[in-house]
């Protein structure tokens, strides 16, 4: 039976404070629309349709970036819940199958809960999941009768005796496509809030004679964002849960709690990261790699064996090869790092390539940009850059070709050649001391007149 995926981000989220639609807020680096998109992913989805409102051409963008398949649904004023899930209709243009409704701002919804809920749609025409709140809130309550899901009331339109249910709605909700608009259609705004509650379908349902069901999860599972609090708190419990997942890939992390990860951040097995290591989007580290103290990565790629930092700047596109070395106040940017080339210390490399075996001595620059265009430096196998030489790009250095060091490099050097370009050494015999002596004097006659 095929799935499909609605996605609610409809909503301001005016308890955030900020002019960032709530769901394009960052958690691990990723906007918290793009966790629920990447559950929801590993269900294989059909369609994938995102409800938006509030911001909705940069949620949309963001949506995309996720998954350029995604389809758009816009609400143009957020009526409730159910009115959001019906603007999906149109995008789902008929389609037979499930779908699964899930929240925007809700990122820990693990698959496996999914999955248990597509089970329980074999004994039920609608799933809803719950969780048993520690403590319940104003969340929606789900009154059961037996296995029965007979009803959810919202916390606004609830009695005493309905406030004291524990078992809440997570918002998460599974029917068969087609029932789930017929059981829509029937729902009013007769309430509290004057809502469209996607909720009344559950009592809608039961009076037709469906059954429906509850799947329970557990309630960190369930955590929405509406504060910045909130999102500070989702953000630590987030980098516990790939700090967890790192270790039982077999990944040595020392002082964990001071390592932060990015939603996609891939390392491999026996590789080791030191402590106080930022991870940014778009990371791969392989097996037996290791990424020492102070460093920060984002959208680069580290191979077996290499290694980098301590306080090393690994910007995007920045390409270590295995047993690339990349030392101490280095920064990498578009460039390629070859096999067992070394960048050692104190070393901006952009636009480049350094080819395997080459040695770049500290304080070399790649110049890469003229203040318009940016140019590449390309530097050959076995190559031997002198300290502080300058790399006015676009310039190219052969293979074991060698750079004087405080060189300044604007022509191409051949292979095995060596360029020097920098002033020729005059020494001037005893003017050193002459000079000394000269400065002394002139002190010592200030102070006399002073
Ligand atoms: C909803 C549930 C409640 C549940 C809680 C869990 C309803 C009526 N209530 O309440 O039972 O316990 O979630 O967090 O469903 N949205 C839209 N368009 C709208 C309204 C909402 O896209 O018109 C989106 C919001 O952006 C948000 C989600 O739907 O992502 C939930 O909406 P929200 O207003 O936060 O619902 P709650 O009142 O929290
Ligand atoms: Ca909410």
Redesign the pocket.
């Known amino acids: 039976m095929s799935v499909s995926l609605v996605i609610?981000?409809?909503?301001l989220?005016s308890r955030m404070n900020s002019d960032l639609p709530?769901?394009l807020h960052p958690l691990g680096g990723a906007p918290l629309l793009a966790h629920a998109l990447r559950t929801g992913a590993q269900l294989s989805p059909e369609r994938v349709v995102v409800?938006t409102?509030h911001g909705a051409e940069a949620v949309a963008k963001a949506a995309r970036a996720e998954d350029p398949e995604v389809h758009i649904a816009h609400?143009a004023e957020?009526?409730?819940?159910?009115?959001?899930v019906a603007q999906a209709r149109e995008a789902l243009g008929g389609f037979k199958g499930d779908a699964v409704i899930l929240?925007?701002?809700?990122p820990f919804v693990r698959i496996e809960t999914l999955e248990a809920m597509r089970e329980a749609r074999e004994r039920h025409a609608v799933v809803v999941l719950g969780f048993e709140a520690a403590d319940p809130g104003?969340?929606?309550r789900l009154v059961m009768d037996g296995e029965q899901l007979e009803r959810?009331v919202?916390y606004k339109d609830a009695t005493e005796a309905d406030r004291a249910i524990t078992l809440?709605?997570?918002?998460v909700v599974c029917a068969d496509a087609m029932t789930l608009f017929e059981l829509i259609d029937g729902v009013g705004n007769e309430n509290a809030a004057g809502?469209f509650?996607?909720?009344d379908i559950v009592a809608i349902a039961r009076q037709k004679g469906l059954s429906v069901g509850a799947v329970r999860c557990d309630e960190a599972e369930?955590l929405?964002i509406?504060t910045r609090a909130e999102l500070a708190a989702a953000e630590a419990a987030f980098q516990q849960r790939m700090r967890a997942e790192a270790f039982e890939n077999g990944v040595n992390l020392i002082a964990p709690e001071t390592i932060h990860f990015a939603l996609d951040t891939v390392i491999g097995r026996d590789a080791v990261v030191g402590p106080n290591v930022v991870f940014g989007p778009g990371v791969t580290v392989e097996t037996d790699a290791t990424i020492r103290a102070f460093c920060h990565l984002e959208g680069c790629h580290v191979s077996r064996g290499a290694t980098v930092g301590p306080f090393a700047r690994l910007r995007p596109d920045a390409y270590l090869a295995e047993h690339a070395h990349v030392g101490n106040f280095v920064e990498i940017k578009n460039a390629n790092i070859e096999e067992g080339a070394k960048v050692n210390h104190l070393t901006y490399i952009g636009d480049a390539d350094v080819g395997e075996g080459t040695n770049i001595g500290a304080g070399t620059i790649t110049c890469n940009y003229d203040g318009v265009f940016k140019h590449r430096t390309v530097i050959g196998k076995n190559a031997f850059i002198g300290s502080n030489t300058m790399l006015v790009a676009p310039v190219k250095v052969g293979d074991r070709a060698m750079t004087g060091s405080g060189s300044v490099i604007t022509q191409d050097v051949p292979a095995e050649a060596l360029a020097i370009a920098r002033a020729r050494q005059d020494n001037k015999p005893g003017l050193a001391v002459r000079l000394m002596d000269r400065l002394k004097a002139l002190k010592a006659s200030k102070k006399k007149e002073g």
Not at 168 to 171: L, V
């Open positions: 609610l981000a409809a909503g989220g709530k769901v409800v409102g609400q957020q009526l409730g819940t159910a009115h959001a929240y925007g701002d809700t104003r969340y929606g959810i919202e809440c709605n997570s918002g809502e509650y996607l909720t369930t929405g509406n």
